[in-house]
């Protein structure tokens, strides 16, 4: 947890956690929840530093595509660690993206507002298939982008919540592998996170389409499950 928010400092130059993206956290936010508290405007300010450095800093990266980034609708995965590039690399093709609705998401919708993503806030624990129903129909007409093994691991290992999306929306799956050539790695994180430092090289391999039938059993996903994570890895 304290390399998590070490991340987050890193990123938004601000004290506080790293938001996390999830596959499975499905539910919208509570129309009942309590008011937020107002976050001093000192705080706000450093959020707003933050989020300019890290888009100077994405300006500079050296991105090399290979396979279709010009895609109109699907769900796209990769691992929670190298979400930083796979967010910016789509952000003019209007994206969507599931977020939990913990204050880590929070400052992750900043930064994924900022590149002008629509995001989805969702939670594991409550009033899962409204949100899930939520992003089949984002999926059906954008592509929606999931970090398959997050928001807490285990690392590299995915969730079905990628394919029950894909299944339900029958759109294809892409999968992104990503090498970057230099970066800050947080290596007591639970995903290893990798933040691309000034003109790092980054390599992304977009993979797929993959078409998940709608009659596929639950044992032919899991094998697909396997297949991607293969895939990526």
Not at 28 to 33: A, F
Request: hydrophobic share 40%; glycine share 6%; charged share 20%.
């Amino acid at each position: 947890m304290r390399s998590q928010r070490s991340a987050a400092k890193t990123i938004l130059g601000m004290a506080g956690r790293r938001p996390t993206l999830s596959d499975h956290e499905f539910s919208p936010t509570p129309s009942n929840s309590p008011p937020k508290k107002k976050i001093p405007s000192s705080i706000t300010e450093m959020i707003n530093i933050g989020l300019f450095i890290l888009n100077l800093i994405s300006k500079t990266w050296r991105i090399h595509v290979k396979g279709n980034v010009n895609l109109s609708k699907g769900v796209i995965g990769f691992w929670h660690g190298d979400m930083i590039p796979c967010w910016y690399l789509f952000r003019k093709q209007s994206p969507c993206a599931l977020v939990s609705q913990s204050k880590d998401g929070e400052l992750l919708t900043k930064i994924l507002t900022m590149w002008s993503f629509n995001v989805v806030r969702g939670s594991s624990s409550k009033g899962g298939s409204e949100a899930l129903d939520k992003m089949v129909l984002l999926a059906k007409e954008n592509v929606l982008l999931i970090a398959p093994d997050g928001p807490r691991g285990p690392a590299l290992k995915m969730k079905p919540g990628i394919a029950v999306a894909a299944q339900r929306a029958q759109v294809p799956v892409y999968l992104i592998k990503t090498n970057m050539s230099f970066f800050k790695q947080f290596s007591k994180s639970w995903d290893h996170f990798k933040l691309p430092l000034p003109f790092c090289k980054i390599d992304m391999e977009i993979n797929g389409p993959y078409i998940i039938e709608s009659d596929a059993s639950k044992e032919d996903i899991n094998k697909l499950l396997v297949t991607f994570e293969g895939i990526i890895s």
